[in-house]
């Protein structure tokens, strides 16, 4: 069984930063994908950044410039720098990890708020 357990959420005043950690443990015998999707209030669960084994990465427009997807392979752990964060970036942010035979796993969530 694969755990993924975030931490580094919390509250911070808009222009701030925050550091979200994502280590992953349990038996994974190959990775696809790690990444970050977050889900505001009354709204659906949507992407924010992924990264690739090899270290190809995507971002959502609205983070693009802002937010910095990185990873350890040999740590299995997913990390997003967000910097100069906006009211609008609020939301529970979850960790996810794709395996080779596309197996998907998420973690239980971390509240980030961005609010004077």
């Known amino acids: 069984q694969v755990q993924l357990v975030e931490s580094g959420g919390g509250l911070v005043r808009p222009g701030g930063s925050l550091r979200l950690s994502c280590p992953a443990s349990?038996?994974?015998?190959?990775?696809?994908?790690m990444g970050w999707y977050r889900q505001a209030p009354k709204k659906q669960r949507v992407l924010v950044a992924t990264?690739?084994?090899?270290?190809?990465?995507k971002y959502a427009d609205s983070v693009k410039g802002r937010f910095t997807i990185s990873r350890d392979n040999a740590k299995n752990t997913v990390y997003l720098q967000m910097n100069t964060l906006k009211p609008e970036d609020t939301a529970v942010y979850y960790c996810?990890?794709?395996?080779?035979?596309?197996?998907?796993?998420w973690g239980q969530g971390t509240q980030v708020t961005v609010s004077s």
């Open positions: 996810n990890l794709e395996t080779s035979t596309g197996v998907v796993y």
């Open positions: 349990g038996i994974i015998f190959s990775i696809n994908s």
């Open positions: 990264i690739t084994s090899g270290g190809g990465t």
